[in-house]
Structure formats: structure tokens, C-alpha cells
């Protein structure tokens, strides 16, 4: 059973900086991603950065040079590095695991945590 665990949400300046952590339990093996999303008050969910375990990594233009998306293998955790957070960038955020397995991927998706990014 996989799940996964997000820490380090709150509040902050604009300008600020957060990082965002998820720990991923369970069984992962083979191509994979790990990766954020956020969902503001009456939007979409939207990505916000992915890594596959293979090194690809994308951003959103909106966050492009400012966050930045790292993961440990080893360990199985993702994390996002948050700077010059604009009132924009508020969202619950949620941690995202795609695994391909057997032709087909499967997704999971952690609880969520909220930025608020607020003066």
C-alpha cells in the first residue's frame, strides 16, 4: 500500500520562503514520478513540478526559477523548495506518485498542505 505524507506548509511573507516535504511509504520500483500539485480557492488543480526517478524534471512556467523540486531515491521523498513566494502561489498543496507498472500508471496523491502566502 503506498501513501504519502506532506510537511512543511504555513504561512509567509511575500517573499518568503517554504519548503515542502513528502515521504513516500510503500513498494516503488521502475518508472516512476514524484511531483506537486496546488489547488487554489474556486481553480483547477494544477502541477506545479514533477522528477521522474530517471532525473526529467518540469516545472510550471509560473514557478520556473523560483521553486525547485528534489527527490531521494533512496529514501523515497520528494521535496520543494519555495522562494520568492508571490500571494499568487497560495494553494493547498499536494504531493503526487505516479508509478508505471504492468502497462498502465497508477497514481497516488498525499493529503494536502497549505501555503498561505499573505503580508
Known amino acids: 500500500q503506498v501513501q504519502l505524507v506532506e510537511s512543511g506548509g504555513g504561512s509567509v511573507q511575500p517573499g518568503g520562503s517554504l519548503t515542502l516535504s513528502c515521504e513516500v511509504s510503500?513498494?516503488?520500483?521502475?518508472?516512476?514520478?514524484m511531483g506537486w500539485y496546488r489547488q487554489a480557492p474556486g481553480k483547477q488543480r494544477e502541477i506545479v513540478a514533477q522528477k521522474s526517478n530517471d532525473g526529467t524534471t518540469l516545472y510550471a512556467d509560473s514557478v520556473k526559477d523560483r521553486f525547485t523540486i528534489s527527490r531521494d531515491n533512496a529514501k523515497g521523498n520528494v521535496s520543494l523548495q519555495m522562494n520568492s513566494l508571490k500571494p499568487e502561489d497560495m494553494a493547498v498543496y499536494y504531493c503526487n506518485l505516479r508509478i508505471f507498472r504492468g502497462a498502465r500508471w497508477y497514481g497516488y496523491w498525499g493529503q494536502g498542505t497549505q501555503v498561505t502566502v499573505s503580508s
Open positions: 510503500g513498494s516503488i520500483f521502475g518508472l516512476n514520478i
